[in-house]
């Protein structure tokens, strides 16, 4: 309960990366700058995706997958097989949380800022430079393709997380990897896989409509109207 519900409480680190240089690295933040591009260009992306979140304090680990859908910067979707039925929706506005699987019976919006990792494009790519200590690792292979680590250490306390690495493919600049270690401690991986861009998408992909019954929690009224920017 307590990997699933983190998404709730703190959404969206990375384990240490051994690191070639100190400070910022200007071909890991070119890098990092052409990923916003590609995410922010308004093209499709329709990819699988696994996560998995491990509590190295209980030791416990949970793994959920599903399918992933982008449409320029604002919009996303987690569609779960595993475990079935559970969404999470950008719709470019506000954020929509619904695992039934955990938490029955409501769903939970937020103001788009509080996507923390789970937003690559508008939250975590946005404006690295100033946000970020960048630094790159060496190239690896995962997934069949030649990937570039690159490790960003947030600047200000206020980052829904401590410390990140995202494998970023150098040939089109898309993610395929994303890790981030949360202040709680809790580590959240992604993993992207079978990603095809420039596909045609269904017109609600991006819509969430609650379910008859469910009680909608909107956490920005509960918070006064607003969620910091991270």
Request: glycine content about 10%; some cysteine; charged content about 20%.
């Amino acid at each position: 309960m307590r990997l699933r519900l983190g998404i709730l409480a703190a959404l969206v680190g990375a384990m240490p990366l051994g690191a070639q240089s100190v400070g910022v690295d200007s071909a890991a933040l070119a890098l990092l700058e052409r990923a916003a591009t590609a995410y922010g260009s308004g093209r499709t992306l329709r990819a699988t995706f696994r996560q998995t979140l491990t509590n190295p304090r209980t030791k416990t680990v949970y793994t959920s997958r599903g399918e992933f859908l982008q449409r320029g910067a604002d919009r996303f979707s987690f569609c779960f097989t595993e475990p079935a039925g559970d969404r999470i929706v950008s719709d470019g506005t506000v954020l929509w949380l619904y695992l039934p699987s955990t938490a029955k019976g409501q769903v939970l919006k937020v103001p788009k800022a509080a996507g923390g990792g789970l937003d690559l494009a508008s939250t975590v790519l946005r404006d690295p430079a100033r946000r970020y200590t960048v630094v790159a690792g060496a190239d690896t292979v995962l997934y069949g393709r030649g990937l570039r680590p690159v490790q960003l250490t947030p600047k200000t306390p206020d980052s829904p997380f401590t410390r990140a690495t995202l494998w970023i493919d150098p040939v089109n600049a898309l993610v395929r990897r994303a890790e981030f270690i949360e202040a709680s401690g809790l580590i959240r991986l992604l993993e992207f896989t079978e990603v095809r861009t420039g596909q045609r998408l269904a017109a609600d992909a991006f819509t969430f409509v609650p379910p008859p019954g469910v009680r909608v929690i909107d956490q920005a009224a509960l918070l006064g109207g607003s969620v910091p920017t991270p």
